[in-house]
Each structure stands twice: as C-alpha cells, then as structure tokens.
C-alpha cells in the first residue's frame, strides 16, 4: 500500500517519486494541519460526531487488490449503518475492480488520475470541493500510513476520521489530527484491519476498538450474464486455435511497480516448459508493460501449445470471464491472484517480499507459496514497502520449480476429478 501521489514520468506513478514527494511535502503538511487542528480546537472546541452517520467516506487509493480485501469492511459498514450514504475516493485506474465488485453506488466514487501532474492537480481541487460539499460525517482512511490520505482525510472536513496511527513507534509521521487513531498490527491480515476501522467509529480508549477479531469470509463469486462466460470462451479459441481441447494454465509472471516479488524468469521458463510437455496448454497473461517477459518465456519453450495473452483482455471482467475457461493460475503476489478469489479457478500464488498472513485472498481456492526467511516479509508498512533487499529475493528464488510443479499437478488433477 504505497505513499502517494505525483509523478509525470512516462505518464505514470514512480515510486520513488512517491515516496520522496509524501515524505519531502506530506510531513509539513500534516504538522502544518495538525496545529491548525490544535488551534481551532482551543477557539472553537472539537466537532461533534453525529449518533447515526448519514454519509461516510471511504479513502482506498492504492492497488486493486485491496479493493477485494476490503470487501468484508464494505458489508459490515452497510449492515451497522443501513441507512448511511457510501462514498469513496480511489485513483480512476482501479475504478473498473470498485464497480465490478459492486460495493457502491456509481454516482458515489470520486476518482483522481494519475496520469499526468496537471490532470492530478486538477482532480484532486475537484475531489475536495466534492467532498467538502457532501459534508460527510466519518472519513476512513483505509491507506497504511500515507501522509496525502490522512490530508484528504482532514480537509474532507469530517468530524470523525478514522486512520491507522503509529501510536508509540517510531516514523510514519500522519499528524495528530485523526480522532479515532487505530492501531497498525502487523500480525492481523489487511482485511480483519479495515473491519477494526468500522469498529472504532464509535469506539474510544487508546488504542480504540478492542475488539475481537471477527471470522473472515471469501468474497462472494462474480456473477456473469447469460451466455458471457460462452462467448469470451468461444473468442478466446477463435483467436488462439491451439487453445482448444486442452486444459489451459495461466501464468502470470510480470512483478508489476515491484518487481522483487516476481518469482524468477527461470524458474517461469522451467515450469512453463514442463506443464506443456505434459500436455496442458499454456498461457502467459497481465499487462501490455509485461509483454517482453511473456515473449522471452514464449520463446524459450517453442510450443505450439503456448501463447502470449499479455494485453489481450479489454477488462478486468474479461479476464475473470477467462479465468472460467482455464485450470490453474500460477502467479505472483499481486492483481491477478486477488481477482482470483472471485472465481473458482484454483490458483497459487508466490509471497516472499509481502506475507499471505497480511495479503493472501480469501478464498479456498487460493493456495499460498511462501518461504519465511528471517528477512521476510520485508515489504511493510513500516518501510512504504521499498525493501533493503539487495534484489536476490531468495524467499522466492527457495520456492524450487520442482515444489510448484508438485503442487500445480495436484491441483490439475483435483479439478479433473471434479
């Protein structure tokens, strides 16, 4: 979950740029509002929170993923306050997995681009005018320590914020301005963090919500219309013929703004290799950005019965429609593995730098490979998940292909029988 928020190189986020802008501008901001805070407080007294919330603010700005994770967070906050309006403000590339999901009403997402810095600015001045006129009574920031969050969280001008707090630790400075400041735990997974924020609504104490964990349960399977799942099949083996008559496994290789958790290219070319001289159809998918991976491993195996899928899906949705049409998903920490929970598709997924007792999905399709070096996880809240690795992520590169090969043919052969 990454600091934010301003870069304009090749029309995207750096994340070093983030780091460097959220600490470099984000911490005089957040002293500077924390001693208005103080002040106005002094003059005026604190705001009063309202009994019964009438519209509440949901702050998600990071990866696509989380949006999944927080989908436990989205129903309880609709089955404690039914009556309660349901916003969010989320970067417009992760709009298509918010509405997909089907959380929230449309008209109620404000989206921030992050495509060029003029386009940013512009839409983060609409995004408060938006907000300040709403005048929403709880903001919950659900972002893991980023400064320009907690500043929207403040300027939103709700009485009550909600927000991860370092409390005693030390660093990760968001200013003193949240009113029900929750404490990170780094032993509890992201999902069962978000429920502790509707908890400490209306929870006091230090920390608040001293509550017990609840049981958490997979998101529900995404519905498709008639005929859907027929017709993203039928164009799939129109498009690639040597799809047909095999059963496929999808491979996600590419390690995306954080290449440490990519399993490595080799180990992706052994496997690939092997799962087709097994007979099993093979294809590489995610991004357009990930295409020369996929063609490297295309072209090391040589096989009819191999193709290269980054970039051909139109959606999201398009994708989890051919999710349905395949085996197996072998991928790395990241969207893809998420999605996967809206399926049934049985999946394994690599954690190393990030740990499944945080991030795993939440579904029992999902299975987890992960080896607990003393230095993992190394991705952290604590760190704005820029690692001290050297780059040899043993904790990946110690998950042999013989292990996941082992797991993957059980996998295969359990849906077989099934």
């Not at 990519?262 to 070319?269: D, G, L, Q, R, T």
């Not at 049985?346 to 945080?358: D, K, S, Y």
């Not at 992520?393 to 998950?399: A, D, E, S, T, V």
Request: proline fraction near 7%; charged fraction near 15%.
């Amino acid at each position: 979950m990454c600091s934010s928020i301003l870069s304009e190189l090749d029309e995207a986020l750096n994340i070093d740029f983030q780091r460097a802008v959220d600490r470099i501008a984000g911490v005089p901001i957040c002293a500077l509002l924390s001693g208005f805070e103080r002040f106005r407080n002094v003059l005026l007294g604190s705001p009063v929170a309202v009994a019964q919330p009438r519209r509440i603010l949901i702050i998600l700005l990071s990866e696509m993923g989380s949006l999944v994770l927080a989908q436990p967070m989205f129903a309880k906050l609709k089955q404690q306050y039914p009556d309660a309006e349901l916003h969010i403000l989320m970067f417009a590339k992760n709009r298509e997995v918010l509405d997909l999901l089907g959380v929230m009403p449309r008209g109620h997402v404000i989206t921030i681009s992050d495509k060029s810095l003029g386009g940013l600015a512009a839409d983060m001045l609409s995004a408060l005018r938006v907000m300040r006129a709403l005048k929403f009574d709880v903001v919950i920031d659900c972002e893991l320590f980023s400064r320009v969050s907690s500043i929207f969280a403040y300027l939103s001008g709700a009485p009550v914020r909600v927000g991860f707090h370092p409390h005693t630790q030390e660093g990760l400075y968001r200013g003193s301005y949240i009113t029900r400041p929750v404490m990170y735990n780094p032993y509890r997974h992201l999902s069962q963090q978000f429920l502790t924020m509707v908890a400490a609504i209306e929870a006091s104490g230090t920390p608040v919500a001293k509550a017990v964990a609840a049981e958490l349960s997979a998101p529900p399977l995404l519905a498709f219309a008639e005929g859907e799942l027929q017709q993203a099949g039928a164009e799939l083996h129109a498009d690639f013929p040597a799809l047909a008559g095999r059963k496929l496994v999808l491979v996600y290789p590419d390690g995306g703004i954080l290449p440490i958790r990519a399993w490595p290219p080799e180990y992706y070319k052994q496997l690939c290799a092997t799962l087709l001289q097994e007979g099993y159809a093979l294809a590489l998918i995610g991004l357009p950005d990930a295409k020369p991976l996929a063609q490297e491993i295309v072209a090391h195996c040589a096989h009819a019965h191999c193709i290269d899928l980054t970039g051909y899906t139109k959606s999201v949705r398009h994708l989890l429609a051919i999710f349905n049409h395949a085996s197996l998903l072998i991928t790395n920490d990241g969207g893809p593995g998420q999605f996967s929970a809206l399926t049934r598709l049985p999946t394994l997924v690599f954690f190393g730098p990030e740990t499944p007792a945080l991030y795993s999905p939440l579904a029992p399709n999902i299975h987890c490979l992960y080896t607990a070096l003393s230095c993992s996880p190394c991705l952290t809240a604590y760190n704005h998940r820029k690692s001290p690795c050297d780059g040899d992520n043993q904790c990946l590169k110690q998950i042999t292909p013989e292990q996941v090969l082992g797991k993957a043919r059980e996998l295969l052969r359990a849906e077989h029988g099934a």
